[in-house]
């Protein structure tokens, strides 16, 4: 079965800094997808950054890039010049060719003024 | 930008009574999803639809659950005969393509809060 591991519950940067949130995921297939989704306190769900497992190169959006590591089945968020608007609870998420998700438990995080 | 609403924001029903979440997703969107959230918990995937029909679900989505498109804008979540365990946030989505497919992000309502008593 496929899971989703977020070990770090929480995090915090000083605004401004660069931030890395983990993410691992267990499957046995070849052809997948893995996302970022940010969740602020009005609780609606953004995607954040978008990885197909095919590509070599990490995806990159703006301040928000990933580290890609598919022999680890790593999948990584890197936050640069973060933001107070950045403070939000992020998830990490898999889908393979079908429409299901897999969420991890996500990582709460809070920017420092 | 055009939005996922979902309505009511808060539901409260007594244990063993049937509630209906509903759910408008985007116009265009021709794939439609199901979520919950139980607090401090990850969210989890219930239940995918398109075409008419479930194109995927869960072990979470048992015969308690139903999915329908009654009228060809609204997408509601039947839950039978609620339990205590199924308090949650209620999340609908939809999508244009298959979510898996490129620049195609899954677009998320605000959900609805499900309190059981």
Redesign the interface.
Known sequence: AQTVTQSQPEMSVQEAETVTLSCTYDTSESD??L?WYKQPP??????VI?Q?AYKQQNATENRFSVNFQKAAKSFSLKISDSQLGDAAMY?CAY????????????TSLTVIP | EPEVTQTPSHQVTQMGQEVILRCVPISNHLYFYWYRQILGQKVEFLVSFYNNEISEKSEIFDDQFSVERPDGSNFTLKIRSTKLEDSAMYFCASSEKPVWDKNQPQHFGDGTRLSIL
């Open positions: 997948y997808y996302f009005s609780r609606q769900m953004i995607l978008r197909e998830f889908t393979n060719t079908g429409n299901q998700f897999y969420f991890g438990t996500g």
